[in-house]
């Protein structure tokens, strides 16, 4: 039933009249209706269908709703081409209050850019899916570490440089793509301005499935892309995958954080299949960090865990899984707090190139690694540390230090000349209680390096 201040529509010459009136309404989509053109909402008018199986809003040519103040869009599914924007943000508005995204089905991007002269906006999500997305041709794209990326299906980007400036947001039952069917691009995207510059308190994501691609050529060292990625600018009270987060090509890291987010849970597994497609980098600030489900990699250099910059209090994972060469299963080299890892990590490729910072470098698929810079304040292992390529080192402390160390099964190196404990370069680590075995090399190495710590130590 429909109150005085809803418009039901059926066609577009009733959208356009329905558009064109004065002050705030509801704007209702009793039926599917193809429109030529963009349409804008005017502020406070909100745009809703019936549900979104029936009510469906397509645009043949260019974007889709423009939103410009205080609009909701729900119940509704909107289609553009993928290449285009489905929903988006207008710029001008100083205050854009508050913009509301529930139960919508897109094809195309969801776009909510704030620009110079915005310095408010409040965004709330509940429940969204984009089915299809090509995201890769927009311009504006964070840059650091030698790495630009790439905008998401669902983009979420102060881009406005004012200190003052803020983006308020909680995003709830997003959805991306779908398997073997990923989105081009990143999947879902956060980002302020910069390190600086305008912001974005980010209360709640939380996700179901996630599928996305970047597209990117093999050997590309400066794009990358994130199925989930919070980047610099955004301080993230919780993260939630409630789906699984799949990418599929290079430089397509599945989880990656730049900001800071407090919680991260992660309820699905975790897959990536191209090459230097990383299942968790961070080099953010993250408090807690729990995997429930495993995270498995693919591709050539493919790493499961990195930490390069920022730092992690409590981190802890079900299980880890690599198979490229370079595919390093966890590696650190920033301080962190407690690493947990409940069953094992194993990886299976040899030496191999990997994307570090902006440079293809070659690295050995090593199980653990510390490197200088890097500090673990306890090492806890619930199964196995266990390599099986060649030429690699299981457990390596190259420069960095390990503080406590509990391995619940062994560390064993079964590849030719690979060996299962490594400490060198001025690293330091106790193997208290901690059982070594190499088939082909040897239990442990010492190359300049510490163990601090020997008892219960058993080489074989």
Same mark, same amino acid.
């Given at each position: 039933?429909?109150?005085?201040?809803?418009?039901?529509?059926? *066609?577009?010459?009733?959208?356009?009249?329905?558009?064109?009136?004065?002050?705030?309404?509801?704007?209702?989509?009793?039926? $599917?209706?193809?429109?030529?053109?963009?349409?804008?909402?005017?502020?406070?008018?909100?745009?809703?269908?019936?549900?979104?199986?029936? $009510?469906?809003? $397509?645009?043949?040519?260019?974007?889709?709703?423009?939103?410009?103040?205080?609009?909701?869009?729900?119940?509704?599914?909107?289609?553009?081409?993928?290449?285009?924007?489905?929903?988006?943000?207008?710029?001008?508005?100083?205050?854009?209050?508050?913009?509301?995204?529930?139960?919508?089905?897109?094809?195309?991007?969801?776009?909510?850019?704030?620009?110079?002269?915005?310095?408010?906006?409040?965004?709330?999500?509940?429940?969204?899916?984009?089915?299809?997305?090509?995201?890769?041709? &927009?311009?504006?794209?964070?840059?650091? &570490?030698?790495?630009?990326?790439?905008?998401?299906?669902?983009?979420? &980007?102060?881009?406005?440089?004012?200190?003052?400036?803020?983006?308020?947001?909680?995003?709830?039952?997003?959805?991306?793509?779908?398997?073997?069917?990923?989105?081009?691009? /990143?999947?879902?995207?956060?980002?302020?301005?910069?390190?600086?510059?305008?912001?974005?308190?980010?209360?709640?994501?939380?996700?179901?499935?996630?599928?996305?691609?970047?597209?990117?050529?093999?050997?590309?060292?400066?794009?990358?892309?994130?199925?989930?990625?919070?980047?610099?600018?955004?301080?993230?009270?919780?993260? =939630?995958?409630?789906? =699984?987060?799949?990418?599929?090509?290079?430089?397509?890291?599945?989880?990656?954080?730049?900001?800071?987010?407090?919680?991260?849970?992660?309820?699905?597994?975790?897959? /990536?299949?191209?090459? /230097?497609?990383?299942?968790?980098?961070?080099?953010?600030?993250?408090?807690?960090?729990?995997?429930?489900?495993?995270?498995?990699?693919?591709?050539?250099?493919?790493?499961?865990?990195?930490?390069?910059?920022?730092?992690?209090?409590?981190?802890?994972?079900?299980?880890?899984?690599?198979?490229?060469?370079?595919?390093?299963?966890?590696?650190?080299?920033?301080?962190?707090?407690?690493?947990?890892?409940?069953?094992?990590?194993?990886?299976?490729?040899?030496?191999?190139?990997?994307?570090?910072?902006?440079?293809?470098?070659?690295?050995?698929?090593?199980?653990?690694?510390?490197? *200088?810079?890097?500090?673990?304040?306890?090492?806890?292992?619930?199964?196995?540390?266990?390599?099986?390529?060649?030429?690699?080192?299981?457990?390596?402390?190259?420069?960095?230090?390990?503080?406590?160390?509990?391995?619940?099964?062994?560390?064993?190196?079964?590849?030719?000349?690979?060996?299962?404990?490594?400490? $060198?370069?001025?690293?330091?680590?106790?193997?208290?209680?901690?059982?070594?075995?190499?088939?082909?090399?040897?239990?442990?190495?010492?190359?300049?390096?510490?163990?601090?710590?020997?008892?219960?130590?058993?080489?074989?």
């Amino acid at each position: 039933m429909n109150d005085s201040s809803t418009t039901p529509v059926a *066609s577009l010459n009733e959208l356009m009249s329905a558009l064109s009136g004065d002050g705030p309404r509801t704007i209702q989509l009793t039926a $599917s209706v193809a429109c030529p053109h963009a349409i804008t909402l005017p502020p406070g008018v909100s745009l809703v269908g019936t549900d979104r199986d029936r $009510s469906v809003l $397509s645009f043949a040519h260019g974007d889709g709703v423009g939103l410009t103040a205080d609009n909701r869009v729900s119940d509704l599914t909107v289609i553009a081409t993928p290449a285009a924007r489905a929903i988006y943000a207008q710029a001008g508005t100083a205050d854009m209050g508050t913009l509301k995204l529930g139960n919508v089905a897109v094809t195309g991007q969801v776009s909510i850019i704030a620009r110079t002269g915005t310095d408010a906006l409040d965004l709330v999500v509940d429940g969204l899916h984009v089915a299809a997305c090509d995201a890769r041709h &927009y311009s504006e794209q964070p840059q650091k &570490y030698g790495v630009n990326v790439y905008q998401g299906a669902l983009t979420v &980007y102060n881009f406005n440089s004012d200190d003052a400036s803020r983006v308020t947001a909680s995003l709830r039952d997003v959805s991306v793509g779908a398997p073997n069917a990923p989105v081009l691009g /990143s999947g879902v995207f956060v980002s302020g301005f910069g390190d600086e510059g305008g912001q974005v308190e980010l209360d709640t994501l939380t996700t179901g499935a996630v599928y996305s691609t970047g597209m990117l050529p093999a050997g590309t060292a400066n794009m990358i892309t994130g199925g989930v990625f919070v980047v610099y600018g955004v301080h993230a009270r919780r993260v =939630e995958h409630l789906g =699984e987060t799949v990418t599929y090509g290079v430089n397509d890291m599945v989880l990656d954080a730049w900001g800071t987010v407090d919680t991260w849970t992660v309820r699905a597994p975790v897959t /990536s299949y191209g090459p /230097s497609a990383i299942g968790f980098v961070n080099f953010g600030t993250v408090g807690e960090f729990v995997a429930e489900a495993a995270v498995t990699t693919h591709g050539l250099g493919a790493r499961g865990f990195n930490q390069y910059d920022g730092t992690v209090e409590s981190i802890r994972f079900k299980s880890i899984e690599t198979f490229g060469d370079g595919s390093i299963g966890i590696q650190v080299s920033k301080p962190v707090g407690t690493v947990r890892i409940d069953e094992s990590v194993t990886t299976h490729g040899s030496v191999g190139n990997t994307l570090v910072k902006g440079v293809n470098v070659e690295l050995p698929a090593q199980a653990f690694s510390v490197q *200088s810079g890097g500090e673990v304040d306890q090492l806890a292992v619930g199964g196995d540390l266990v390599t099986h390529g060649a030429e690699v080192s299981t457990y390596a402390v190259e420069g960095g230090r390990v503080l406590a160390i509990d391995v619940q099964g062994s560390v064993l190196a079964h590849g030719e000349g690979s060996d299962a404990v490594r400490v $060198s370069d001025g690293g330091a680590t106790p193997l208290t209680g901690v059982r070594a075995r190499a088939d082909a090399g040897e239990a442990l190495v010492e190359t300049g390096g510490e163990v601090t710590d020997r008892s219960g130590f058993s080489a074989t």
